[in-house]
């Protein structure tokens, strides 16, 4: 017994002298570092990086870059690992957030991030960003993340072969100027025996339920929503009729969508032909439109088309992604030069072509673009800006959980009357517990 | 208590060059500032050198030959790692429960069972209260049924049992989490043209009737669907417990039932099924504190559907996606509390039954 237990000791020693060998030899000195926080891994994004990391590298060869990226779709468990590390006070160097509230309601509220207006100012994206876009990212008028890439939201795609086989004659592109006369052609396409509307895992019915207020109550309206305090009513006549619109929309939606695994196959059934319409953000357009395995490799407008989503002509429903500058940074020359790169053209031009994304500067050379993201470029200049509640733009992320919350059990309700009015109230009683609203 | 202390020259060198070492070894990681990925290992390695420092101690302490006295400071750390892991944690999520914590800065304003109110009074906590009992009653019972009934059936001493035992307990050497995505497959409900995994079987043999929505019945049935994927897997498990138990009846008690003229259901009704109580209890109390936890299986067929929903997921999103920590913390104890009434009484019963020997 006691030779067992002295063996076991001599182990532990031999163990314990090579770890005191080897730990004076872990380096000391501390290079030059920024260790950067996302949750792009996937194809396109993480491709997207590298090469904004290639720029950054020729840019500043004296820094290293240290990816600590977290897998897993729209950053859920990238959001839970860095929030255990911001409390930890193990913050990284700078972080990917999305731009607007869910930066603005998390990391500033909780003074964990630093505003940008000299980094706005010495990069020029003050001049270089659309105008509508810039309240959207600041509190009390200061900057607090810089945006490298712009979604739109408001997509409307489609199957050109399956509205002509059903005689839909509108256009999409140009005709549906109400959710009326969408729903004109949903007739026309149930009447055919398909699928109207495609819809996918339950995040995507938030995705369509901004599209239709938007939609159906306009951006001035959908921004009154979201200020504070709101001047669009929440239990007013605007939101009760975007709600019976959107329930509508509903009823022409594909039964099996909550068990669908996410967006893809909602957008499949649009160029499978099983469905005319799906309304998914532009990420939807290198899903289509990409070479296999990460593609269906579909040809624009002949298998696929799109449009922006009805009601919606002239209005750019955006999110993006953001890199922020941490209050309390380690390497403050680290995390300047990686927001450098982050806000600069080559830095955007670089990620975006890869990511499927356009730049969020108004003056990236569109030559390396998709077709689409040249389309929608011209709109991110021109168009009304508003953002989307769905992808953290808009509103905090404890009131988007309420909104889920209620649009949960709406979609587990009839969707009848009595069920529009609970989820109105549902939404007014979450605007409130956010402290928005008065009580 | 004696306590005879015996000087071991050995022991006591080796003792100092341990805690010298292992103290060292703790200074020296500590001083290092190692980037993320290598700061795993720097507490690896920190809570190693304590391991060692505290191995010289035991040397010392095994000096004064008291048997209590070892055991005591060999169980130490341990005692101390679970209070503070363990019981330390459940302390601080109460503690969370009953602040008004919101946000990513810690508010820590005492507002009473307020969180619990205002869960009870949640429309979605309500549906996962009555999808966690029909989920959990359903499968428990369909365990037991099919594992019992597997388990009587191998009990017959067939041929090849050992292949069928084993094919039975496959399934549960698969994660929740994958079984829930090939169930989601499988139990796919789209219908026209794209009918897919059984119902496309169905579909194919004529047996129209049979198809199903599957898991995305109106509510509240469709819950039930979600526990086949579960009794597939855990029902094989079940059957071990059963036939573990049976075999555990010795030979004679049945032999005597059938010089007495038991038929074999008699014997089943009179002899088996009485000695498998114990067995049964067991199995309703695995089986039970892990349909209570349920989480990787339902967000794997559910995608977090509300009509799907159960307290994990509930948990997950408010306080991960909706960075609510004191209502999340709520749910957590509460979770806690539903599985302690399960667990309790028979830990209770246990260290009752055990002190009677």
């Not at chain 1, 590298?57 to 600590?68: E, G, L, R, S, W």
């Not at chain 1, 429903?317 to 953001?322: C, E, G, H, M």
């Not at chain 2, 009953?98 to 619990?116: I, M, R």
């Amino acid at each position: 017994m006691q030779k067992r237990f002295l063996c076991l000791v001599s182990v532990i020693l031999i163990l314990a002298f090579s770890l005191s060998a080897f730990a004076p030899a872990a380096p000391a000195v501390q290079k030059k570092q920024v260790e950067v926080f996302s949750w792009w891994v996937g194809p396109g994004e993480a491709d997207g990086l590298a090469a904004m990391v290639k720029v950054f590298n020729a840019k500043y060869p004296d820094i290293t870059f240290v990816n600590a990226a977290v897998a897993g779709g729209a950053g859920t468990n990238a959001k839970a690992v860095l929030q255990t590390r911001l409390a930890a006070n193990d913050a990284p160097d700078s972080w990917q957030a999305h731009a607007g509230q869910e930066t603005i309601a998390n990391y500033v509220a909780a003074n964990q991030v630093a505003p940008l207006d000299d980094l706005f100012k010495t990069t020029g994206l003050n001049d270089v960003l659309p105008k509508t876009l810039l309240p959207l990212i600041s509190k009390d008028g200061h900057p607090y993340s810089v945006p490298v890439n712009i979604h739109r939201s408001n997509v409307l795609w489609f199957n050109p072969k399956v509205l002509k086989d059903a005689g839909v004659t509108a256009n999409p592109k140009t005709d549906f100027k109400t959710w009326d006369d969408f729903f004109a052609a949903c007739d026309k396409i149930k009447a055919a025996g398909k699928t109207c509307l495609s819809m996918g895992a339950p995040w995507t019915a938030i995705h369509l339920f901004e599209n239709v207020m938007i939609g159906t109550i306009g951006p001035d309206k959908w921004n009154g929503l979201w200020s504070n305090p709101p001047t669009t009513d929440w239990a007013g006549a605007d939101v009760k009729k975007g709600i019976a619109n959107f329930a509508k929309a509903l009823s022409y939606t594909n039964p099996d969508a909550s068990t669908l695994s996410d967006w893809q196959p909602a957008s499949k059934m649009v160029s499978d032909g099983d469905a005319a319409f799906n309304i998914m953000g532009d990420w939807a357009y290198g899903y289509y439109a990409n070479p296999a395995p990460n593609g269906l490799a579909l040809k624009p407008h002949e298998q696929f088309d799109w449009a922006v989503s009805p009601g919606t002509y002239g209005v750019f429903n955006f999110l993006a992604d953001s890199f922020v500058l941490p209050a309390k940074a380690k390497n403050a020359e680290g995390t300047n030069a990686w927001l450098t790169v982050a806000a600069s053209k080559e830095g955007q031009e670089a990620f975006n072509p890869l990511k499927g994304s356009i730049c969020a500067r108004t003056d990236c050379d569109m030559s390396k673009f998709s077709e689409y993201s040249k389309d929608t470029a011209k709109d991110w200049s021109s168009n009304t800006v508003v953002g989307s509640l769905q992808h953290g733009v808009v509103a905090a992320p404890a009131w988007a959980t309420k909104i889920g919350t209620a649009m949960g059990l709406f979609q587990a309700s009839k969707l009848d009357d009595a069920a529009q009015a609970d989820f109105q109230k549902a939404l007014a009683d979450a605007c409130k517990s956010d402290g928005t609203c008065k009580k | 208590m004696s306590l005879k202390f015996k000087l071991n020259i050995p022991h006591l060198i080796l003792s100092v060059i341990l805690m010298a070492v292992g103290i060292s070894a703790i200074f020296a990681l500590s001083k290092i500032d190692l980037i993320l990925f290598e700061k795993n290992f720097t507490s690896i390695g920190i809570l190693l050198a304590a391991l060692i420092f505290y191995s010289g101690i035991i040397l010392i302490v095994m000096m004064f030959e008291n048997e209590t006295l070892l055991s005591i400071s060999l169980l130490f750390p341990s005692v101390v790692a679970v209070a503070i892991f363990v019981y330390g944690f459940i302390g601080w999520s109460i503690r969370v429960s009953l602040s008004k914590w919101k946000g990513l800065t810690p508010d820590f304003t005492w507002v009473g069972l307020a969180q619990y109110q205002e869960l009870f009074k949640d429309p979605r906590f309500l549906i996962d209260v009555r999808n966690t009992v029909m989920f959990t009653v359903l499968f428990i019972a369909g365990c037991l049924i099919i594992g019992l009934t597997l388990a009587i059936l191998l009990d017959q001493k067939l041929k090849g049992e050992s292949i069928f035992r084993s094919i039975f307990l496959f399934p549960m050497s698969i994660s929740f989490i994958a079984s829930g995505v090939v169930w989601g497959w499988l139990m796919n409900p789209a219908t026209g043209s794209r009918t897919a995994g059984i119902n496309l079987i169905f579909k194919s043999l004529g047996l129209n009737s049979l198809i199903s929505l599957w898991h995305s019945t109106p509510q509240p049935w469709g819950m039930a669907f979600t526990v086949i994927p579960a009794v597939w897997m855990l029902s094989g498990y079940t059957m071990a417990l059963y036939l573990g138990g049976m075999r555990a009846i010795s030979d004679d008690l049945r032999e005597a039932a059938r010089v007495d003229g038991a038929s074999e259901f008699e014997i089943y009704r009179y002899i088996v099924f009485p000695m498998l109580q114990p067995v049964t209890l067991s199995a309703v109390i695995i089986l039970g504190h892990m349909s209570l936890k349920i989480f990787d299986l339902i967000v794997a067929l559910g995608n977090k559907d509300i009509r799907l929903d159960v307290p994990g997921i509930y948990m997950w999103v408010t306080t991960f996606d909706g960075t609510n920590y004191a209502q999340g913390a709520a749910i957590g104890v509460l979770m806690l509390i539903s599985v302690a009434i399960l667990v309790i009484p028979y830990l209770v019963q246990n260290i009752r039954t055990e002190t009677e020997l």
